[in-house]
């Protein structure tokens, strides 16, 4: 239940910081929580108190405007004061609206332009490989960002290359912010596609499962010739009724009324 706890957590710093913010993106944020709170409080390598230790595994948030999500969890595992939170996108501060690698502890990559953080997640495993180095790559990549050509050419490199310290997750929720990824610009089936690339493929049915995704990390751990994909069929907004499978949730804050509601709803 700690894990769980955690994560409820997490959801309440999202509202809470992109309400205070009036802007911020909270459906692709909130859809991806268990996913970071898996990662960060049981399987990643990594030191609050060393941010730039040499063997700490790499996380990259290749969807750069879910920063919310991993400056909630980068806070709640201790890298910096949960006060900056409160700070999100104002003029000055230490959390803008994407990671930025230079001013804030525990983000190893700066993101935003679609796709080109996924390409610095296969540098970076690649480089690990080639220097003897055991440390491990994470990635979460968009399913609308995946629209984006980069993501294949890095794709095909990984595999190319036996990438098997990399582990990718798409976050499945099926929206960006112009509708149903589907009717945009379709990315299905998308492990079918991943799989052609040469990749190791895991379906996480409930991405907002803790077990479901422990077990496909557990999986995909023992796979040593190639990198593997998880793809985690999520809930857009998971967790504030009136923001879940909503589109227009991608990219607006909250009113006090709505925060207000939503942090009932998460203490509930």
Not at 70 to 75: G, H, R, V
Request: hydrophobic residues 40%; negative net charge.
């Amino acid at each position: 239940m700690k894990l769980e706890a955690t994560a409820t957590n997490i959801r309440r710093d999202i509202v809470s910081m992109i309400g205070k913010a009036s802007s911020g993106h909270p459906g692709g944020s909130l859809s991806a929580v268990e996913i970071l709170t898996l990662l960060y409080f049981e399987k990643m390598n990594v030191d609050p108190k060393e941010p730039k230790k040499a063997d700490r595994d790499r996380f990259v948030l290749s969807k750069g405007h879910a920063a919310p999500v991993l400056y909630a969890t980068l806070a709640a595992r201790g890298f910096f004061d949960r006060q900056e939170l409160g700070h999100l996108r104002q003029l000055g501060a230490m959390l803008q609206g994407h990671p930025d690698m230079k001013h804030i502890p525990g983000v190893d990559m700066s993101t935003g332009s679609l796709g080109q953080g996924f390409s610095s997640s296969v540098g970076m495993a690649l480089g690990a490989k080639l220097s003897g180095q055991s440390w491990h790559t994470y990635v979460l990549l968009g399913d609308g960002e995946i629209q984006e050509g980069i993501v294949w050419e890095a794709a095909m490199a990984a595999a190319h290359y036996g990438l098997s310290n990399l582990t990718a997750f798409v976050d499945n929720n099926g929206l960006q912010i112009d509708g149903r990824v589907a009717d945009v610009m379709s990315p299905y089936p998308i492990d079918e596609k991943f799989a052609a690339f040469g990749w190791n493929v895991i379906t996480v049915e409930d991405g907002n499962n803790l077990e479901q995704l422990r077990t496909a990390l557990d999986q995909a751990e023992t796979c040593t010739d190639k990198p593997s994909v998880l793809v985690c069929k999520t809930v857009k907004g998971k967790g504030v009724s009136y923001m879940e499978n909503q589109a227009g949730w991608h990219g607006k804050g909250p009113s006090p009324d709505q925060v207000a509601q939503a942090l009932r709803e998460l203490d509930a």
